[in-house]
């Protein structure tokens, strides 16, 4: 089967469900976002890092599908079983972030993004699930939105945040603060 | 002359034929995300790929030039000549699809985006070139724009797509798909 | 302390000064955006290139969490001392420009961005640094945004696309330029 349908060339696409809406309907602006989102995490996890990161990341990918399922899904029609997100999706990250947290010098302020490529890289992608916690947040208001979406978006880029801060302590990177000019 | 005018420091700019509108106008935020677009397309290019694939990115990076200068185009004032999109430069990216595809195993699940550098760097362009295009749907609905601009970037992301599993394939990368928790 | 507080679950934030607001609010679009393009200042800073141009990143990086703060407090209520935008940051931009421009042949087409990774970096994040002055201005439509910031935001675009001359300069990549199809 060809990967092009055309069926979205006039600009309309199908939940899951099949309600017909515009492509620039605030829904799928989320989970598309999502999904760049997840192309970053896919960047990350390429780079030559530990496997215990690898692992996870590869963990996270798989949640951000059923990220993605969960946004697509006309909540009004669509009867199909979606994959669900589990509360404990979201404590593995917390977790995560604690034990990391164990290693790292304490923070009072903000850290300049950078450091080496992967680290930089962390950032980034922090920044896009950040762009898509807003969108989903948006979203949220006008129609039904599984609250652990949310969450788990918001968890998602502070376990961003810890692991750029992680990766740059074990390549030796300096780590630069911002100290604010007066 | 020097790069920077400063005649937009008041949020202002300037259409192809003069008009002046305000930097967040749906037309500009439209060709910006082209713009943004284009660049992932010349970090793909850069990398070590095959020349058959840097050739067709160099010529889609001209298109995506045509399609700013489509979309920069005022569409009541301009009596300019802009360059046109034409028909043969999407069944151009249909023939690459279709051509990467006979070499392609068949997928029936999503695909983890990543594997390497350059294959998520193509995941990345997908995910902006859909950015571009649903920001161009929107604008369609309220303002000309040439048909050929919106389909051109809906079949582009699928090549970019398949330009993702072909490059994959080649670098003899894994491809890992997902399989949704129950 | 844990970084993750999980005061933002339900989709609330807080701008300096205390007033809550949504998510998806302008001015959260807005620094969330400034971020996004510092971390690709920090992206661009650890790659290997002359430390002149590391030395002002690092710098732009410093100016650009100075935006930020200033995006981020509520203009109605905020008495604390934010720190601010100078003039002679945005003369400093205008000086660096002035300097590269000096041993770049001049340009009377658009280039077609790439060249090599650090080069292509560089046109990205010229393109976020413009979707960042797209959102600036629109938040100035409706709400105080320090003139400075816009200004700056627009220098800014400017010297990244000078920036990206230069270094393709620098590595001896060719620069190729868009000649419209007709
Ligand atoms: C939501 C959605 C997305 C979302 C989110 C998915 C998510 N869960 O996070 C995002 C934005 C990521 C996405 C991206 C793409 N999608 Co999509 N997507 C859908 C949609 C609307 C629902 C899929 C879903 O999640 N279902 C819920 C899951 C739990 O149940 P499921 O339906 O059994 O899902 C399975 C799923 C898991 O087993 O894989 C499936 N699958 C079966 N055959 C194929 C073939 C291909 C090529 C792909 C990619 C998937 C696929 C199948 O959909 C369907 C259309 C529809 N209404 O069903 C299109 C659909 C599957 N997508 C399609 C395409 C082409 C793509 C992209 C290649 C587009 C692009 N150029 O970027 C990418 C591929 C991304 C990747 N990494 O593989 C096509 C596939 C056409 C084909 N030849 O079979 C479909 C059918 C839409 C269409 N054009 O008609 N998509
Ligand atoms: C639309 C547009 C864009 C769009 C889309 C372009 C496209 N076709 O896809 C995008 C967003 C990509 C863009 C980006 C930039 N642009 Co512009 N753009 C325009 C605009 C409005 C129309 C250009 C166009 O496409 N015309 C249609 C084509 C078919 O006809 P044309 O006019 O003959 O086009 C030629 C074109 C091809 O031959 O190259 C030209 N050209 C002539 N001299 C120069 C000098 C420079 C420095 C550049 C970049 C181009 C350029 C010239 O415009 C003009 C202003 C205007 N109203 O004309 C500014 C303009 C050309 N842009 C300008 C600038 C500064 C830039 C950026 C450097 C901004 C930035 N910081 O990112 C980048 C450069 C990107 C690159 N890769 O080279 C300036 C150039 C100032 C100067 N010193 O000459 C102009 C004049 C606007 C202004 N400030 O007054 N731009
Ligand atoms: C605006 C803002 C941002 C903006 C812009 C900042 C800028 N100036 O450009 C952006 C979007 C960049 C941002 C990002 C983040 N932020 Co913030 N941010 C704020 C906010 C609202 C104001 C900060 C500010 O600029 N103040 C103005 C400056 C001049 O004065 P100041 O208040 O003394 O600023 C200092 C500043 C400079 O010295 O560093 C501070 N600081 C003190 N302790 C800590 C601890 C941490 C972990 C951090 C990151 C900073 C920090 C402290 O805020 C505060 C909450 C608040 N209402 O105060 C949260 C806050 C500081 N941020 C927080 C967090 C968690 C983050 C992120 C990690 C989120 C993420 N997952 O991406 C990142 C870190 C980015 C980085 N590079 O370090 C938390 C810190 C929680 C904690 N454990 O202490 C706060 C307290 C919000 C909250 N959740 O309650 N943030
Ligand atoms: C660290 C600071 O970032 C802001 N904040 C919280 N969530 C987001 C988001 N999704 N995008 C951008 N900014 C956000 C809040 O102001 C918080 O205090
Ligand atoms: C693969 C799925 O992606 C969605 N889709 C189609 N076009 C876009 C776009 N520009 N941006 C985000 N999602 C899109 C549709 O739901 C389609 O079925
Ligand atoms: C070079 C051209 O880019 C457009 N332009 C000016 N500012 C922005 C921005 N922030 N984002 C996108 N496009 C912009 C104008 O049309 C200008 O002429
Ligand atoms: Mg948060
Ligand atoms: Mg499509
Ligand atoms: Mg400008």
């Known amino acids: 089967m060809k990967i092009y349908t055309k069926t979205g060339d006039k ?19 989320a989970y598309g976002t999502v999904d760049e989102l997840n192309s970053y995490i896919g960047l990350i996890m390429c780079q030559d890092i530990d496997s215990h990161h690898q692992q996870l990341l590869k963990e996270i990918q798989d949640r951000l599908f059923t990220v993605g399922a969960s946004l697509a899904a006309d909540p009004e029609k669509s009867k199909m079983k979606i994959p669900d997100l589990h509360d404990a999706d979201i404590t593995l990250l917390e977790k995560e972030m604690d034990d990391m947290n164990e290693v790292l010098p304490a923070l009072k302020h903000f850290v300049l993004p950078g450091g080496n490529t992967v680290v ?5 992608a922090r920044c896009v699930c950040r762009r898509a916690e807003r969108l989903t947040v ?5 129609s039904f939105v599984d609250e652990r979406v949310t969450v788990y978006l918001n968890r998602l880029s502070d376990y961003l945040f810890v692991l750029a801060r992680k990766l740059n302590m074990d390549f030796g990177a300096e780590e630069n603060i911002w100290i604010p000019r007066i």
Chains 1, 2, 3 share one sequence.
Do not use: F
């Not at 930089?120 to 980034?124: K, N």
């Not at 948006?138 to 006008?142: D, G, I």
């Open 120 to 124: 930089s890289y962390c950032h980034i």
């Open 138 to 142: 948006a979203l949220a208001e006008n």
């Open 11 to 29: 600009g309309q696409t199908s939940l899951i469900g099949g309600t017909r809406v515009a492509k620039y309907h605030l829904r799928i602006e």
